[in-house]
């Protein structure tokens, strides 16, 4: 089955790195789309980031309490029917 990744998206306008506080989802957990699956902490609040694809949770790259960037990998999901999007 194909992979798609997870990367941080750009929360707000001035948004470069953020921490990951902890996943709403564990490894083998389904996925819907809209669904909250980490918390983030940006410089100003703590923030729901939701799928933009649904799927299993197959691995998390970007562990809590770690630092990531805009675009930087946090997480794959395993996807049904070879759309990945």
Known sequence: MPRAEVRLPK???VMDNSRVVRWR???GDTVSIGEP????ETEKSIVE???TQAGILEEI???PEAMASVGDLLAYLTVDGGVVG
Do not use: S, Y
Request: glycine fraction near 6%; charged fraction near 20%; include cysteine.
């Open 11 to 13: 929360i707000g306008l």
């Open 49 to 51: 980031v939701e799928a």
């Open 37 to 40: 699956l980490l918390e983030l």
């Open 25 to 27: 989802k564990a490894i």
């Open 61 to 63: 790259v970007c562990p």
